[in-house]
Antibody, heavy 120, light 108 residues
Framework: EVQLLESGGGLVQPGGSLRLSCVGS????????MTWVRQAPGRGLEWVAG????????LYADSVKGRFTISRDNSNNTLFLHMNSLRVEDTAVFYC?????????????WGQGALVTVSS | EIVLTQSPGTLSLSPGEGAALSCRAS???????LAWYQQKPGQAPRLLIY???SRAPGISDRFSGTGSGTDFTLTVSRLEPEDFAVYYC?????????FGGGTKVEIK
């Protein structure tokens, strides 16, 4: 059974940093692209970033480019999202998701999410 | 950048009725690279449809996707109590992954 478990969420002040982790199991983690999608309270879904299976290629939404970095450690089946210069508007539940394929960027499996709150 | 507009914003229906949810793109989506997701309160989204009309594994045949180019529809036949949720479309035909704003299907 595919499982994705996020961790690292919490309360951070504006301008601060946070690192989210997502551990995958039940599938060959190193074979699949992965992604982060966020959802602000009471709002819709917003794609954040994606990374290829090897980690060699990354993509970012304009809203986070230059502030967030997606990375992965395939030896430990772990996906990361390093978030710097956080803003109040970054407050959201962050979901990691398995990507069907680098050329078919839809998301068959999702984790349960980690809440990030940016507030002073 | 492609913009996805979902309509209506809210659909009020009774169990047993059918639902038609629209997703309109500001420009043509290549190769029908469009997916639909269902999200219930407090839960992660669940993939229903990909490539505009292919049902994800384990998804009931009451869910069907149609459309091409700029106009796509998710149809839910014979609504069951568990179908009342928010539905999102998502395009993946370009490197900028975009979600629509969602349609809430609520019990009338």
């Amino acid at each position: 059974e595919v499982q994705l478990l996020e961790s690292g969420g919490g309360l951070v002040q504006p301008g601060g940093s946070l690192r989210l982790s997502c551990v995958g199991s039940g599938f060959p983690f190193s074979y699949y692209a992965m992604t982060w999608v966020r959802q602000a309270p009471g709002r819709g879904l917003e794609w954040v970033a994606g990374i290829s299976a090897s980690g060699a290629n990354t993509l970012y939404a304009d809203s986070v480019k230059g502030r967030f970095t997606i990375s992965r450690d395939n030896s430990n089946n772990t996906l990361f999202l390093h978030m710097n210069s956080l803003r109040v508007e970054d407050t959201a539940v962050f979901y990691c998701a398995k990507v069907a394929d680098w050329l078919q960027f839809f998301f068959p499996f999702w984790g349960q999410g980690a809440l990030v709150t940016v507030s002073s | 950048e492609i913009v996805l507009t979902q309509s209506p914003g809210t659909l009020s229906l009774s169990p047993g009725e059918g639902a038609a949810l629209s997703c309109r793109a500001s420009q043509s989506i290549s190769s029908n690279c469009l997916a639909w997701y269902q999200q219930k309160p407090g839960q992660a989204p669940r993939l229903l449809i990909y490539d505009a009309s292919s049902r994800a594994p384990g998804i009931s045949d009451r869910f069907s996707g149609t459309g091409s180019g700029t106009d796509f529809t998710l149809t839910v036949s014979r609504l069951e109590p568990e179908d009342f949720a928010v539905y999102y479309c998502q395009q993946y035909g370009t490197s900028a992954v975009i979600f629509g704003g969602g349609t809430k299907v609520e019990i009338k």
